[in-house]
């Protein structure tokens, strides 16, 4: 579940909807929970104030308990990803995800993945970018001597004034939709993982390790 979804419906490596409805756009969070008579409870997380976005995870993680509860165990959503991008509020926003996320822990019975990408979601994209001809390989190093440092391997540099994160995909991938995806689809995990570090891409794969690979993997 996603703030980008309703915009970027295909920004995960590969997708597969269910028909009862696969994402929340986090924008009409509190009409949902309205619409499903799941009542939010507001206040403090373990004691003290939550982070920036708490209460909207709160929210999200509550309103799948009440969707689970009535559904039929087949049907049970077994895990929440939650990708909210920092925008230079990653210290805040993190702390408010895990404190929403720490608190639904003591009673969820779904997984839950946060995803945070630091500072967009096009950090994440440009991890996986790989020149596959001359021309790209062109515009990679035009971008690289601009900007003064690699965008693919270094994308949380990118500060998100002006757009810039997604100017410098949008050149590099010459504003080709379907290029962009073959950089989430194609590229190899382990080189995600490996340019990741400061993105918050690699706490995002090791988290989809940790808690969805066992699910996929069990019996």
Same mark, same amino acid.
């Given at each position: 579940?996603?703030?980008?979804? %309703?915009?970027?419906?295909?920004?995960?490596?590969?997708?597969?909807?269910?028909?009862?409805?696969?994402?929340?756009?986090?924008?009409?969070?509190?009409?949902?929970?309205?619409?499903?008579?799941?009542?939010?409870?507001?206040?403090?997380?373990?004691?003290?104030?939550?982070?920036?976005?708490?209460?909207?995870?709160?929210t +999200?993680?509550?309103?799948?308990? &009440?969707?689970?509860?009535?559904?039929?165990?087949? $049907? &049970?959503?077994?895990?929440?990803?939650?990708?909210?991008?920092?925008?230079?509020?990653?210290?805040?926003?993190?702390?408010?995800?895990?404190?929403?996320?720490?608190?639904?822990?003591?009673? &969820?019975?779904?997984?839950i993945?946060?995803?945070?990408?630091?500072?967009?979601?096009?950090?994440?994209?440009?991890? %996986?970018? $790989?020149?596959?001809?001359?021309?790209?390989? +062109?515009?990679?190093?035009?971008a690289?001597?601009?900007?003064?440092?690699?965008?693919?391997?270094?994308?949380?540099?990118? +500060?998100?004034?002006?757009?810039?994160p997604?100017?410098?995909?949008?050149?590099? +991938?010459?504003?080709?939709?379907?290029?962009? &995806?073959?950089?989430?689809?194609?590229t190899?995990l382990?080189?995600?993982?490996?340019?990741?570090?400061?993105?918050?891409?690699?706490?995002?794969?090791?988290?989809?390790?940790?808690?969805?690979?066992?699910?996929?993997?069990?019996?």
């Amino acid at each position: 579940m996603a703030d980008l979804i %309703g915009e970027h419906p295909d920004a995960v490596r590969s997708w597969h909807p269910s028909e009862r409805g696969a994402f929340f756009d986090v924008h009409t969070l509190r009409k949902q929970a309205k619409d499903l008579g799941v009542p939010i409870p507001h206040g403090h997380f373990n004691g003290r104030p939550g982070g920036a976005g708490a209460l909207m995870a709160r929210t +999200v993680f509550h309103i799948v308990r &009440a969707l689970n509860r009535r559904a039929s165990e087949s $049907e &049970a959503i077994r895990v929440v990803v939650l990708v909210w991008d920092m925008d230079q509020q990653s210290s805040d926003r993190r702390r408010g995800l895990r404190d929403a996320r720490d608190e639904a822990q003591t009673w &969820a019975s779904f997984q839950i993945v946060i995803g945070c990408p630091d500072p967009e979601r096009e950090a994440w994209v440009l991890a %996986g970018f $790989e020149p596959i001809d001359d021309a790209e390989r +062109v515009r990679l190093e035009n971008a690289r001597r601009q900007l003064g440092f690699s965008p693919t391997e270094q994308a949380h540099r990118l +500060v998100p004034h002006d757009d810039l994160p997604k100017r410098v995909l949008h050149a590099l +991938v010459n504003g080709d939709p379907e290029r962009e &995806a073959r950089c989430w689809r194609e590229t190899p995990l382990d080189l995600l993982w490996e340019r990741g570090e400061h993105s918050g891409l690699r706490e995002y794969l090791d988290e989809v390790r940790r808690h969805i690979l066992p699910l996929m993997t069990r019996g």
